[in-house]
Antibody, heavy 120, light 108 residues
Framework: EVQLVESGETVVRPGGSLRLSCVASGFIFDNYDMSWVRQTPGKGLEWVSGINWNGGSTAYADSVKGRFTISRDNAKNSLYLQLNRLRPEDTALYHC?????????????WGQGALVTVSS | EIVMTQSPATLSVSPGERATLSCRASENIGDNLAWYQQKPGQAPRLLTYGASTRVAGIPDRFTGRGSGTEFTLTISSLQSEDFAVYYCQQYYKWPPCTFGQGTKLEIK
């Protein structure tokens, strides 16, 4: 069974930093591209960042470019998202998601999410 | 970026009846569209991709149709477990892939 488990709930002040983790199991992790998708009640689902199978290619939404960094450690079956210079509007539930593959960039498995709250 | 617009925002339907959810793309995306279902407290679940291909294990009462800019997800004979929020997502042009804002399907 495919499982994606994100790190726990976090509260951080505006301008602060944190790193999210996602541990994968039940599939060959380095066969898949991965992404982070965030969710808020007001904006719904928003793709944040993606990384290819070996970490050699990354992409970001304009809203986070230059502030967030995606990475992975295939030996640990883990995906990461470093969040810097956080803003209140970054408050969201952050899901890690497995990309189906190739040019078909949809998500066939999702984690439950890690809640990030940016507040003073 | 491609903007995805879903309608209606909320749809009230009685169990056993049919529900049709709509999704419109701001430009031609071919059949590069996926539908997801999300229940409270759960992660989104992929239902269909390629506009009309059901994921293994998804009941055949879920039918996706459309191409270009207009898409629908029809759920025939609604079951209690089908009441949830549904999202469409385009993957024709990425990054970024983009989602609709969701349709909440509620019990009438």
């Amino acid at each position: 069974e495919v499982q994606l488990v994100e790190s726990g709930e976090t509260v951080v002040r505006p301008g602060g930093s944190l790193r999210l983790s996602c541990v994968a199991s039940g599939f060959i992790f380095d066969n898949y591209d991965m992404s982070w998708v965030r969710q808020t009640p007001g904006k719904g689902l928003e793709w944040v960042s993606g990384i290819n199978w070996n970490g050699g290619s990354t992409a970001y939404a304009d809203s986070v470019k230059g502030r967030f960094t995606i990475s992975r450690d295939n030996a640990k079956n883990s995906l990461y998202l470093q969040l810097n210079r956080l803003r209140p509007e970054d408050t969201a539930l952050y899901h890690c998601a497995r990309v189906y593959g190739g040019s078909f960039y949809y998500f066939d498995s999702w984690g439950q999410g890690a809640l990030v709250t940016v507040s003073s | 970026e491609i903007v995805m617009t879903q309608s209606p925002a909320t749809l009230s339907v009685s169990p056993g009846e049919r529900a049709t959810l709509s999704c419109r793309a701001s430009e031609n995306i071919g059949d590069n569209l996926a539908w997801y279902q999300q229940k409270p407290g759960q992660a989104p679940r992929l239902l269909t991709y390629g506009a009309s291909t059901r994921v293994a294990g998804i009941p055949d009462r879920f039918t996706g149709r459309g191409s270009g800019t207009e898409f629908t997800l029809t759920i025939s004979s609604l079951q209690s477990e089908d009441f949830a929020v549904y999202y469409c997502q385009q993957y024709y042009k990425w990054p970024p892939c983009t989602f609709g804002q969701g349709t909440k399907l509620e019990i009438k």
